[in-house]
């Protein structure tokens, strides 16, 4: 691999999704939300065995930061994104390498010997998704795989950096590492706030992180739980928090921290630490309700467009509009996964 081939290094949690549909009596019989995202408590440990009973259980490459990486690959030239997360030796794994291929999504996984690659039960309820995620070998990643000789090349050559935010449950040693250097290098890191548990239960990590990052991205959901978290006055107004989250204390101030924050088919807000005062709001074209297969995977899929469109040097509002096409694209499939043939982004 040629190290100065990457602009954009991606780091997360690689699952495999296991997805049923019409999953009403799951949600009851693990007092699971429809719309929701969770680690596995022990209580949850039969769902795997029981979703791959399913007959009509779809398997699709997974993983927050993996996903958004295949999407900004899928809009990018070849050998653009490279992504790393910690897998096992087994067949999940190799499922994981064919998927990213399709897209041309390139990893340097590290790879832990005689351990299971890291799963996510995806039940869904018209159209909603409550993900449920055992982290296996994902949450065995070492932070001196960001040193190793295959690694290191990488992240001195990348322009952007992305990580979710799942991977600070267990990872943010590391992802402080690479969020420091990128502020250092003047470089770009983006984080995805990725679910509502992690700024109410790994609000430290974010505090830890966040004076590092120059884009965030959210959904109405996980900016909401993060003002509760924090104690923001109105954790209901979208415009307000995202001003807050921008306006935190900054380690490199010459690049002003982007706040995005997406609420489904409504619309997407956009505020900028260079000018707080003077928010953007962009429409969503909604689909019409035939239209929508899986809303599972579209929060990573807009990450990815956006990403795409950002490393490809565009303007902030066509980032967000590549966002939005992918995040419509993403929904009339099956799980995270994109159309072939490609169909032009940017």
């Known amino acids: 691999m040629a190290a100065e081939s990457y602009p954009l290094f991606c780091i997360g949690n ?170 250092e290098a003047g470089k770009t890191f983006v984080l995805n706030l990725s679910a509502p548990f992690i700024a109410q239960f790994f609000g430290q990590q974010l505090q830890q992180i966040l004076p590092y990052t120059d884009i965030v991205i959210g959904n109405e959901a996980e900016a909401e739980a993060w003002a509760t978290a924090t104690g923001q006055p109105d954790a209901k107004d979208l415009v307000a928090i995202a001003k807050a989250i921008a306006t935190l204390p900054k380690n490199n101030q010459s690049r002003p921290r982007i706040v995005i924050i997406t609420h489904g088919p409504k619309n997407t807000t956009v505020v900028s630490a260079a000018d707080p005062e003077h928010e953007k709001i962009f429409d969503v074209h909604p689909l019409k309700e035939d239209q929508i297969v899986d809303t599972n995977g579209a929060g990573d899929a807009f990450a990815g467009g956006f990403l795409g469109a950002y490393v490809a040097g565009k303007p902030l509002e066509e980032c967000i509009e590549a966002g939005h096409k992918m995040g419509a694209m993403n929904i009339q499939l099956v799980g995270p996964q994109y159309k072939w043939p490609k169909v032009p982004i940017l």
């Open 14 to 183: 690689p699952l495999l999704d296991m997805q049923v549909t019409n999953g009403e009596e799951l949600l009851k019989k693990y007092d699971l939300k429809s719309n929701d995202a969770i680690l596995a408590e022990e209580k949850h440990a039969p769902i795997y065995d029981e979703v791959v009973k399913d007959p009509k259980v779809t398997y699709v490459a997974g993983g927050a930061s993996q996903n958004a990486a295949r999407g900004a690959a899928y809009v990018l030239p070849p050998k653009s994104v490279v992504y790393t997360g910690c897998v096992g030796d087994d067949e999940l794994a190799e499922q994981l390498k064919v998927a990213n291929q399709r897209e041309g999504l390139d990893q340097v996984y590290l790879v832990k010997k005689g351990e299971k690659t890291g799963a996510c039960a995806v039940v869904i309820t018209g159209h909603d998704r409550s993900l449920v995620t055992t982290l296996r070998a994902a949450e065995m990643f070492e932070k001196s795989h960001l040193s190793s000789p295959e690694v290191a090349p990488l992240i001195d050559a990348a322009r952007v950096f992305y990580v979710e935010g799942y991977f600070l449950t267990h990872g943010s040693e590391s992802a402080l590492e690479v969020s420091k250097k990128s502020s």
